[in-house]
């Protein structure tokens, strides 16, 4: 299993940014992509931004591409590091946002950080 803890929400005008952190623990060397996805209230969970572990090939919403960025540090301590780099933030972007692991031998997503609140006021 892989454990994952958000930090680095808060609430911030529009127009300002946000560096989202993500630290997964455990068995991360089975690690094939890391993802930031949100929910709104009233709304279902969506997808935001991933990058695949192995070639650091990043993927975007249609509607964060150009202002938000996924990225990675390399493993440390057996603890991978994702960040979510958002500028240009819009009220629309409020949500609480969770990062999550896909692993080996899973078809999906499936280890879930508690998530992190993200509130752009205008």
């Known amino acids: 299993q892989v454990q994952v803890v958000e930090s680095g929400g808060g609430l911030v005008q529009a127009g300002g940014s946000l560096r989202l952190s993500c630290a997964a623990s455990?068995?991360?060397?089975?690690?094939?992509?890391m993802g930031w996805f949100r929910q709104a209230p009233g709304k279902e969970r969506e997808f935001v931004a991933s990058?695949?572990?192995?070639?650091?090939?990043?993927?975007?919403?249609d509607s964060v591409k150009g202002r938000f960025t996924v990225s990675r540090d390399l493993p440390k301590n057996t603890k991978n590091m994702v960040y979510l780099q958002m500028n240009s933030l819009k009220p629309e972007d409020t949500a609480v946002y969770y990062c999550a692991a896909h692993l080996q031998g899973s078809s999906d997503y499936g280890s879930w950080g508690q998530g992190t609140q993200v509130t752009v006021s205008s």
């Open positions: 990058i695949r572990w192995s070639t650091g090939n990043t993927y975007y919403a």
């Open positions: 455990g068995r991360t060397i089975y690690t094939v992509a």
